[in-house]
C-alpha cells in the first residue's frame, strides 16, 4: 500500500517554543492531508483538513493561529504547533486517502507524540 | 455524514477465550469500514477492512470482522484471546469514494487476564 511518513515520532520541548511535524507521501500525491489529535485514553479527533495550495481547514474550536498548518507541495503538509504549552502534549497523527482498487483508501503516517514541559 | 459508535469502552476477556469488540456505523453514503489497533504509546496498525466486497472480512493476527448492513454493525471477533491482543482498538468509517476524512470511535480498551 501507499506509504505515508511522518516525522518526528517523538519530540520533547519546552513551554513556548514552536514545533514542526513533517507529513510525507513517498510514492503518490496527496492533494488532501488530514491531521488528527490523541488526547490521553481518547480517541482521535480531526483537527484540520489540509489542502496542496491553498489554506487548511479547521474543526470548531482548533486554533488557526496555533497550529499552523502548509501544504506547499503534493507530497508534504507540515502542522507547526506554535507557542507550545503542556495541555498541547498529544499524540499527532497525519492521513492521506489514496484510489485503490475502486475505492478510495486512507493511509497514516507514524504519528507524532508531543511533550511539552 | 457519518459517524461510528463503540458500544464498550473497556472489554476484559481470558486468555484463550473469545473476543467480541462492537461497532456500529452511520453513513449517509456507501462506507467503508476498518479496524486499527493501537499498542500503548504507538501508532496505529491496520488489522482489517471493509471496502463492499466480501462481507466477512479477514485481517492479521487472527481477527477478522462481518458487515452486516440491516444492522449497520461491523464487530471485531477473535476466536482465542493473546496476551499480546492487549491494547486499543478503534472502529473506523469512512466513504467509500472520495477524499472525505475518517471518523474513529470512541475506542475499545481490550485487557486480556492470563
Known amino acids: 500500500g501507499a506509504v505515508v511518513s511522518q516525522h518526528p515520532s517523538r519530540v520533547i520541548c519546552k513551554s513556548g517554543t514552536s514545533v514542526k511535524i513533517e507529513c510525507r507521501s513517498l510514492d503518490f500525491q496527496a492533494t488532501t492531508m488530514f491531521w488528527y489529535r490523541q488526547f490521553p485514553k481518547q480517541s482521535l479527533m480531526l483537527m484540520a483538513t489540509s489542502n496542496e495550495g491553498s489554506k487548511a481547514t479547521y474543526e470548531q474550536g482548533v486554533e488557526k493561529d496555533k497550529f499552523l498548518i502548509n501544504h506547499a507541495s503534493l507530497t508534504l503538509s507540515t502542522l507547526t504547533v506554535t507557542s507550545a504549552h503542556p495541555e498541547d502534549s498529544s499524540f499527532y497523527i497525519c492521513s492521506a486517502r489514496v484510489p485503490s482498487q475502486g475505492f478510495t483508501e486512507a493511509f497514516f503516517g507514524q504519528g507524532t507524540r508531543l511533550t511539552v514541559v | 455524514a457519518q459517524s461510528v459508535t463503540q458500544l464498550d469502552s473497556h472489554v476484559s476477556v481470558s486468555e484463550g477465550t473469545p473476543v467480541l469488540l462492537r461497532c456500529n456505523y452511520s453513513?449517509?453514503?456507501?462506507?467503508?469500514l476498518f479496524w486499527y489497533v493501537q499498542h500503548p504509546n504507538k501508532g496505529l496498525q491496520l488489522l482489517l477492512k471493509y471496502t463492499s466486497a466480501a462481507t466477512l472480512v479477514k485481517g492479521i493476527n487472527g481477527f477478522e470482522a462481518e458487515f452486516k448492513k440491516s444492522e449497520t454493525s461491523f464487530h471485531l471477533t477473535k476466536p482465542s484471546a493473546h496476551m499480546s491482543d492487549a491494547a486499543e482498538y478503534f472502529c473506523?468509517?469512512?466513504?467509500?469514494?472520495?477524499?472525505?476524512?475518517?471518523?474513529f470511535g470512541t475506542g475499545t480498551k481490550l485487557q486480556v487476564i492470563p
Open positions: 453513513s449517509s453514503y456507501s462506507p467503508s
Open positions: 473506523v468509517v469512512s466513504p467509500l469514494w472520495g477524499y472525505q476524512k475518517v471518523t
